[in-house]
């Protein structure tokens, strides 16, 4: 039994950690946090102080027994969470669970696990910030009390199975008034002009007129007035200019930047980082601080020396800008300056590239430019074309990293040829583009983090699970539009003709960007409307001020919490009682058929248009197809849902229609459903169309083959080819030719499956209906009907009984049993 326990939140972690340190050190894992709130109550004693009720989840029951053990057997226990106010909780957790001494229990820190640093943490521990963990309760609480108290008021005011969240309700609350802006637009065209000109050697270039015009007309009078006219470089001017580099990640900006360069999205690159932190490759990966320490700036400074030279080197501090930065940390960098790559998983190896190189650029010379820019005047007119050209003079920075910018259509300046002033410039063409004014972008998940962080709500740990909340809960979808086509002018001017043509350009993609539904929409309004208070920026934001107040020991976290839950509580109570149900119905004018008023609002079942009022015995209803929108949907679009189900007549005996279903247009031929492509009306599809879609599917179901006297069928899902035998789906990689499928291909294909199921197998008490398998993320799965429990990392599912696994059923089963019972004791108070 070692004498030093250190227990580090995560297994990766503790692996690192381990080898440096010697024998007399045993390191485990906590697998995060040990106890929190209960998830079927409410946690938290609001007449007694807040005073939170954690508890040990089931499944961590058995580790935190190993720890007590371990910690007992110890001479001294070393709490080694991150050093952030979620570590400084962890620690807190199991110092309270484990029932520590705390003559024998040291706290220690550190940014980077390297040797050196985890090595000077124990020469340097501390005790448990109770500071910081205050500050983390707070959070921990006031977000349980906005959650619990205010997602029932939307089961009853709105629709059942809605939550909602301080810090998730002002991000979808972003994102709609962004939509609504961009709805709300009006474009403009205007004509930007470019010429194409060709100085006295034959060096060509390219320059602007300073103004657009508003009409068709003066654009093409501008055209006509530069025919025949003669021009030249009425001035000329060059300076010198300086481009300095931007500073070290933190964890928004590396969010931004992964996003913009590597096209990834915020928790995937956050899980990344996680990895690269504990294999002891980069600093730790929550930070607002731009702050290195003077040994990582010396360590840069000796890098960029020794691979680009000295004059690249300049060493320098960055400031701040993010509103509430807080904890005492640098910025994201390589623990090792020297390392330019790492051999390893591909994502991990580009992000640390894209963080040593921002790192390294951070620490190096200006780039020195010279600008140039140059004034072309005609002989007949007063308007002059002005052109700009950039040259590096010296690379500085720029040799290792550039920034990148969100929305950034300009185009780089390039190399001018060589001009005197008065030099004679000879005219190529002069063009007149129609081009239009934009409306906002809608958020991308980074520029979404860059907003959230300009007006100072939430904290780094923060942004990726809130961004993945409101995706997971349908309050706001990653569009999947490439946009429309829209139709522009533009003019040439060649020699002494001016010609026209009509060209194509798309607009209003808003592939990958964030778009609210209905549901976000319809639950952001009622927010808005009758809890204005939590739906303020100014609050949101304030509240983060008072936890970092808190962090700092200067309020007391209780006594914030009262002054909140004070307005809060009786707000919730009002709102509940006398406000009106949310639908978000829209009145769009009469069916002309009946004289009936035709709206859309949202139904138990989604999204739906209704003909007639709520007193209409009559009323008819039909669903919204998924690319339908309450808020935008026409008159026209509306009563173009109600012509469907369609019967396009019979086929093999069989009826066959079109309808639109909450997954999309399908053809239903007898008891076949067959989705239509993308992007195909099902007011267009004829009896002839849906046979030959119907033939399609036969084919694509019929058997390919059999094994073991069942057959075999082949198709294409969402994840690729597959085949179908005896219920179960089975991939297709690439080691095999589907399209010609062998039947000793589909037997080997199908063995494999079998096998794999098998070996998923840990426990198969079949006498009692429950199997634990094997899971992803090398977790367990309980499962005995429709109960599934995943067990955590830690469980070793192998060595439970079955009484243990019984046990753990019988706890989670209620849940499910008392659900009905919840919604007929709501049917009641309606």
């Given amino acids: 039994m070692a004498k030093n326990l250190v227990i580090v939140e995560s297994p990766a972690k503790a692996k690192t950690i381990e080898k440096f340190l010697g024998k007399d050190f045993q390191v ?16 938290v004693d609001v007449e ?37 106010r979620e570590g400084e909780a962890i620690s807190w957790h199991l110092a309270e669970e484990l029932k ?13 696990i390297t040797k050196s640093a985890i090595l000077k943490a124990i020469e340097n521990p501390r005790d448990i910030n109770y500071d910081l963990v205050n500050a983390q309760q707070a959070r921990r609480v006031l977000d349980r009390l906005v959650g619990y108290e205010l997602s029932p008021v939307l089961w009853k005011k709105v629709k059942g199975g809605l939550s909602a969240g301080r810090v998730q309700s002002v991000s979808v ?35 602007k007129l300073p103004k657009n015009f508003n009409t068709k007309k003066e654009a093409e009078d501008f055209l006509k007035k530069n025919i025949g006219s003669s021009f030249k470089v009425a001035d000329l001017e060059t300076k010198p200019t300086k481009k300095s580099p931007a500073p070290p990640f933190t964890t928004s900006t590396l969010q931004q930047e992964a996003a913009r360069k590597l096209y ?27 702050n290195l320490s003077q040994e990582a700036m010396a360590a840069a400074q000796e890098e960029i020396t020794r691979s680009y030279g000295k004059e690249f080197s300049k060493p320098r501090n960055f400031n701040n800008k993010s509103k509430g930065a807080q904890e005492a940390h640098e910025a994201i960098r390589p623990t090792d300056m020297s390392q330019h790559t790492i051999n390893i998983d591909r994502d991990q190896a580009r992000l640390y590239d894209l963080i040593w190189k921002r790192t390294l650029a951070s620490q190096m010379s200006d780039a020195e430019l010279e600008r140039t820019n140059v004034k072309i005047e005609a002989n007949n007119h007063s308007e002059t074309f002005t052109a700009s050209g950039e040259v590096i003079k010296f690379e500085g920075f720029l040799k290792v990293y550039l920034e990148g910018h969100d929305d950034d259509e300009e185009e780089q300046d390039g190399l001018l040829p060589a001009m005197k002033v008065n030099e004679k410039v000879s005219n190529t063409f002069i063009q007149a583009t129609e081009r239009f004014s934009r409306p906002p972008s809608r958020y991308t998940e980074a520029s979404l983090v860059k907003k959230l962080e300009e007006l100072g709500i939430g904290r780094p740990s923060t942004y990726a699970p809130t961004i993945s909340t409101i995706i997971n809960r349908n309050y706001v979808e990653k569009g999947s539009s490439e946009g429309i086509e829209r139709k522009y002018t533009q003019f040439t001017l060649l020699g002494s003709e001016v010609k026209s043509k009509v060209l194509t350009e798309t607009t209003g993609s808003d592939k990958g960007k964030l778009v609210p539904t209905d549901i976000g929409t319809i639950v952001n309004d009622f927010l808005v409307k009758n809890f204005s208070a939590i739906l303020d920026y100014n609050f949101t ?8 107040e808190i962090a700092e020991g200067n309020i007391n976290w209780t006594n914030m919490m009262n002054e909140f839950y004070s307005k809060f509580h009786p707000n919730v109570v009002d709102v509940e009682e006398n406000a009106d149900r949310e639908s978000g119905e829209r009145i769009l004018g009469t069916d002309p058929k009946t004289g009936k008023p035709i709206s859309v609002r949202l139904g138990k079942f989604g999204p739906m248009a209704q003909i007639g009022d709520a007193e209409d015995e009559e009323k008819q209803f039909a669903s919204l197809s998924p690319d339908q929108n309450i808020g935008t949907i026409t008159l026209e679009e509306a009563l173009n849902l109600f012509l469907l189900p369609k019967n396009l007549g019979t086929h093999k005996g069989e009826e066959v229609e079109v309808n639109n279903g909450r997954f999309g247009p399908y053809v239903r031929f007898g008891k076949m459903f067959i989705s239509l492509p993308k992007g195909e009306d099902p007011l267009d599809v004829t009896l002839d169309r849906a046979k030959e879609l119907i033939a399609e599917k036969e084919e694509a179901d019929a058997p390919i083959g059999t094994y073991d006297s069942l057959p075999i069928q082949k198709g294409v899902g969402r994840f690729g080819p597959f085949i179908k035998w005896n219920g179960m789906f089975i991939n297709v990689n690439k080691k095999y030719n589907f399209d010609n499928l062998s039947q000793s291909d589909m037997n080997e294909l199908i063995e494999d499956k079998i096998q794999k199921e098998k070996d998923k197998v840990i426990h198969d008490w079949k006498e009692e209906g429950i199997r ?50 919840k919604k007929k004791t709501a049917a009641k108070k309606k």
Avoid: C
């Fill in 28 to 43: 485990e894992s906590s697998y995060g946090h040990i106890a929190d709130l209960p998830s079927k109550e409410i946690g």
């Fill in 173 to 207: 609350r972003l994102i709609v008034e962004r939509e609504r802006e961009i709805q709300e637009f009006n474009s403009v065209g205007t004509y930007s002009i470019t010429a194409e000109f060709t100085t006295e050697a034959g060096k060509s270039f390219k320059a």
């Fill in 264 to 290: 990834l999205p915020v928790g995937i690159t956050m899980q990344i980082a996680q990895r690269l932190y504990e294999a002891g490759l980069i600093t730790y990966m929550r930070t607002d601080s731009v």
């Fill in 48 to 84: 007694n102080g807040f005073k939170p009720k954690y508890e040990v989840s089931s499944d961590k029951k058995a580790l935190v027994s190993k720890l007590k053990t371990l910690s007992k057997n110890a001479e001294m226990v070393w709490l080694a969470s991150d050093e952030d």
């Fill in 772 to 821: 634990v398998e094997k899971a992803r993320w090398g977790r367990s799965v309980i499962l005995k009907g429709k109960v599934k429990i995943e067990l955590s990392k830690d469980v070793d599912a192998a060595a439970m009984t079955l009484e243990e696994v019984k046990d753990l059923i019988e706890e989670k089963a209620p849940a499910k049993k008392k659900a009905p019972a």
């Fill in 541 to 548: 934001a304030k509240v983060e001020q008072d936890f970092d």
């Fill in 100 to 112: 520590l001494d705390k003559k024998k229990t040291k706290r220690i820190v550190f940014h980077e």
